[in-house]
């Protein structure tokens, strides 16, 4: 079984569908990939020449095309450290980005929510102007997005390739909140011409958002402790 090293999963879809795609691959007739490990095992029915040298690069290319990265395993100087310091990288990476969230956020609500349940100070030009609030709030979600469109960006191509993972249902779950807060802000009327008060929702977006990120942050590290664990004993 020739052993790959998988980088860019987030989930059990992720893995399915880097399955899915190497079991396309002619030549190869199991595969098995570990989400834990980040770790990928093949089986082939062809000559073990072949195997070494054609279907690592089509396999490699077939986990490529449906949007993660690869590179067999033992090719490296020490893929074992090599993984290990991928996840050190990206939990560094995934807390900045929290922490940039959260004071966005910690902002964002004090303007949408903190007036109302708080009676926190607002400056006197906001009184009554509700335009302005709403621009603020969406101004400060934007921001919010912005620093998190890695969510966007990987649900979005995941779900073109016709096979949508975690970050697909984040991406359509808050970007449907932010664009019909976004409506109702600019389209009020709308609503009002058939009785119903409109509503933003750019602090849910947000909310959600940094939330799923933390979630994020916690599998990271997780995975990381149960991926050293599994080492000591092997």
Known sequence: ????????????????SVEKAVKKVPGVTSCA?????????????????????AVPAAVIKAVKDAGYG????????????????????????????????VAFLLILMYFSMGHMMWGWPLPGWFDGNHVAMGL?????AGIVMVINQEFFVSGTKSLLRGSPNMDTLVAASTGVAYLFSIFNLLFPRFWLERGVQPHLYFESASVVVAFILLGRMLEMRARRSASDAVRKLS
């Open 136 to 140: 603020v709030q969406l101004l400060l």
């Open 33 to 53: 990939v570990s989400l834990l490990t980040n770790s990928m095992g093949v089986e082939g029915t062809a000559s073990p020449e072949a195997v070494i040298k």
């Open 1 to 16: 079984m020739q052993q790959y090293t998988v980088t860019g999963m987030h989930c059990a879809a992720c893995s399915a």
């Open 70 to 101: 690869a590179s067999v395993r033992g090719q490296e100087a020490a893929p074992a450290a090599d993984a290990s310091a991928l996840e050190d990288r990206q939990t560094p990476h995934l807390k900045k980005r929290l922490i940039a969230s």
